[in-house]
């Protein structure tokens, strides 16, 4: 049984970074480095080298070495049928006779253009071969990897949006569960906050703009509808707390004060834009107006 490589060798091998004899046969490049090396000119012509052999008249030694070098029968036995072709050309050009003296080079020719034709033709298939067994410790030639650019950084505010859309729609799917008035309220709600969102994806949002969405957006109305479809329906509709109110109504006075918060917020985003354009208009009427001296 042949030996195998060392653990840490074939787990190298497995990286990318060697390549590993396995069960005695040639080392097995992995296909990626395969693929570059059969895209390489320079490779493939540096691989290419042997041809110089048939066309030195030496076919049987060319095809000797690549069937033995990539274990392929077929290539040892054109070479000894291009060395018993050889043999018998000298045979014919060494007897006497001028017919057997022409025959002998006529098959000396032959044999060279056969030969020669042949090892064009399996230069390719040799090329495969070669790229693919490397030799037992070879290392690999490593492609430069790819530079890996950082994600874009995430919108928080269409982050936001995606997350308003999902909360109208589990209240739209939940509208069975909720109390009678709750899933207009909270469309009421979105009406105030999805364009109060789009605005401030436009101009960006101010850090304190941002952190007011953020709550009602992803804590404040999420967290009152998923408290309120957390309890049973009879509980939520009829049981009454410390202050008199059910869940139910709770829920509502929550949603109340949300879309009033909404609001307050809109009011206060228009309020801030309104402040830009008007210290805008001081700065421009600063700088451009005429003062009566110029005139």
Do not use: C
Not at 8 to 29: I, K
Not at 38 to 63: K, Y
Not at 215 to 224: F, N
Not at 257 to 267: D, I, K, P
């Amino acid at each position: 049984m042949a030996e195998r490589a060392p653990r840490a060798l074939r787990a190298r091998a497995r990286s990318g970074d060697v390549v590993v004899r396995r069960h005695g046969g040639p080392a097995q490049a992995p296909p990626e480095v395969v693929s570059r090396r059969l895209r390489s000119r320079t490779w493939r012509a540096a691989n290419s080298w042997w041809l110089a052999i048939p066309a030195a008249g030496l076919p049987w030694l060319a095809f000797l070495y690549m069937g033995l070098r990539g274990r392929r029968p077929q290539w040892v036995l054109a070479a000894m049928g291009y060395l018993l072709a050889a043999g018998g050309a000298a045979t014919l050009v060494a007897m006497d006779g001028l017919l057997l003296g022409v025959l002998g080079w006529l098959l000396v020719v032959g044999t060279w253009g056969t030969g020669l034709v042949h090892s064009i033709m399996a230069n390719s298939r040799w090329l495969r071969i070669k790229a693919a067994f490397a030799g037992e410790h070879a290392a690999l030639e490593q492609a430069p990897p790819a530079p890996v650019e950082p994600p874009p950084p995430a919108d928080p505010v269409q982050e936001l949006r995606a997350r308003q859309r999902q909360t109208v729609q589990r209240a739209n799917r939940a509208g069975g569960r909720l109390p009678d008035g709750a899933v207009p309220a909270v469309r009421d709600l979105d009406d105030v906050l999805r364009p109060v969102l789009e605005h401030v994806a436009r101009r960006g949002a101010q850090v304190e703009e941002l952190h007011n969405l953020e709550a009602i957006v992803t804590e404040y109305l999420p967290g009152a509808l998923d408290r309120y479809l957390e309890l049973p329906e009879d509980y939520a509709l009829n049981h009454r707390g410390p202050s008199g109110a059910t869940p139910a109504e709770e829920l509502l006075n929550q949603l109340g004060l949300l879309l009033e918060g909404a609001r307050e917020l809109q009011q206060a985003v228009h309020d801030h834009d309104a402040r830009l354009l008007h210290e805008q208009g001081r700065f421009l009427d600063a700088k451009f107006r005429r003062s009566d001296l110029d005139l």
